[in-house]
Nanobody, 122 residues
Framework: QVQLVESGGGLVQPGGSLRLSCSASGSGIAIMGMGWHRQAPGQKRELVAGITDGGSTVYGDSVRGRFTISRNGAETTAYLQMDSLNPEDTAIYFC????????????????WGQGSLVIVSS
């Protein structure tokens, strides 16, 4: 069984910064890629950023240059550093892990976290 737990969301001023964390748990877990997606009310979920086990990154056009995704050494935690935030960044941010393998041999194509709310407002 795999769990993703997000943290770090909350209210931030326009122009401010926020750092989200996503921790994955599982016995002998190995994760090919991790990323963040976001969804605003009435909008479809969109890619924010992703990172592979090789360190390759991808960013959505609207956040490129402002957000930075990274992983810890064990590659079980993903971070999203968000700078120069604006009201358009307000959304629920969901952590996503792809191609997850446990020591038992159990494999998951995709695992989602519960989401963390980010509100950018004065």
């Amino acid at each position: 069984q795999v769990q993703l737990v997000e943290s770090g969301g909350g209210l931030v001023q326009p122009g401010g910064s926020l750092r989200l964390s996503c921790s994955a748990s599982g016995s002998g877990i190995a994760i090919m890629g991790m990323g963040w997606h976001r969804q605003a009310p009435g909008q479809k979920r969109e890619l924010v950023a992703g990172i592979t086990d090789g360190g390759s990154t991808v960013y959505g056009d609207s956040v490129r240059g402002r957000f930075t995704i990274s992983r810890n050494g064990a590659e079980t935690t993903a971070y999203l550093q968000m700078d120069s935030l604006n009201p358009e960044d307000t959304a629920i941010y969901f952590c996503r892990a792809v191609r997850v393998v446990l020591s038992s041999g159990e494999e998951y194509t995709e695992v989602w976290g519960q989401g963390s709310l980010v509100i950018v407002s004065s």
